[in-house]
């Protein structure tokens, strides 16, 4: 099983060539960075795991500026979005952005994208909260048709593209859907991604075999789902489960610190990683 983690990179926290740096050595499998663009103070939406909203999410850094570093200083690991907030993005410019840094890692990013839970800071993006999936969907598309082998248009309900030359082309384009387990999310995922970042990994054995099943009636093929435990605490037990469901890889949970705190905690998570660890 592959080891990766995520952690609020801020700029108070461990620096991101630092932390690459250090997870390559250890054979960790890849890198996963959160995004939140900024926290308004209005604070009207509750904080999912309830209580009062940990300080890294308004400080968090830029994910794709610090995957980029990332890149730059190691040869495997993998790069990747936990999660992406497509809806927040001009889909044009993201597009270009995910594309780059998949081409110059050498095809190591993975995005993993989701929908949101913070109203405020979605409607300063201008986001129709009711109609976000939607628009998360329509802006894949159009992404999509950006990465195509040829220039192909697209024309949505949210946003079109002229048939254009765009290029870098991803090399992997592999697409991850954040969320909670139920219809909805699942058709997203069916229809335009990879597989799913299950937040937590709780309830694997009852939301599996829903996700295996709408994958198949789609056509999809059964070996190709990816289903990834994402911001775990790990301990034996939870793997060797994990395992048994066929999960390949798991993203363990750093704390938002310093170097010496997230280097401690990288060591106790090594004993979870065999041999060289894989790659995203």
């Known amino acids: ?18 932390l690459a740096r250090e997870l390559e050595a250890r054979g960790f499998a890849g ?11 209005e604070r009207v939406t509750p904080y999912p ?54 081409h110059l890692s050498g095809g190591r990013f993975t995005l993993g994208l989701g929908f949101g839970w913070n109203v405020e800071e979605a409607d300063d993006h201008g986001v129709e909260w ?5 628009l998360v969907r329509d802006r894949m598309a159009l992404m999509q048709a950006l990465w195509a ?17 765009a290029f870098p ?4 384009r592999r697409t991850l859907v954040g969320g909670a387990a139920g219809p909805k999310l699942f058709s997203h995922i069916v229809e335009y991604a990879d597989g799913w970042l299950p937040i937590g990994g709780r309830g694997l054995s009852e939301s599996l075999p829903v996700l295996r099943a709408a994958w198949t009636d789609a056509g999809r093929d059964p070996n ?8 775990v ?22 704390p938002p610190a310093g170097e010496g705190e997230v280097l401690k905690a990288l060591d106790e998570y090594a004993r979870y990683v065999g041999g060289d660890g894989g790659q995203v």
């Open 1 to 18: 099983m592959r080891i990766s983690v995520t952690i609020f990179l801020t700029d108070e926290t461990i620096t991101p060539t630092r």
């Open 31 to 41: 890198l996963y960075l959160p995004e939140h663009t900024h926290i308004p103070v």
């Open 49 to 102: 795991a309830g209580g009062e909203l940990p300080r890294e999410y308004g400080r968090t850094l830029d994910p794709f500026v610090a995957l980029g570093q990332a890149a730059a200083v190691t040869e495997s690991l993998g790069l990747g979005t936990g999660i992406t907030l497509v809806a927040q993005h001009d889909p044009i410019d993201l597009a270009k952005q995910i594309a780059t840094l998949d």
């Open 130 to 134: 009711s109609t976000r999936r939607e």
């Open 149 to 165: 082998d040829e220039p192909t248009a697209y024309e949505g309900r949210f946003g079109s593209v002229r048939a254009s030359h």
């Open 169 to 172: 082309k991803p090399v992997q």
């Open 224 to 231: 190709a789902l990816q289903v990834v435990p994402y911001a």
């Open 233 to 254: 605490f790990p301990n034996p037990g939870k793997l060797a489960h994990y395992a048994d469901l066929g999960i390949e890889e798991v993203v363990v949970q750093l």
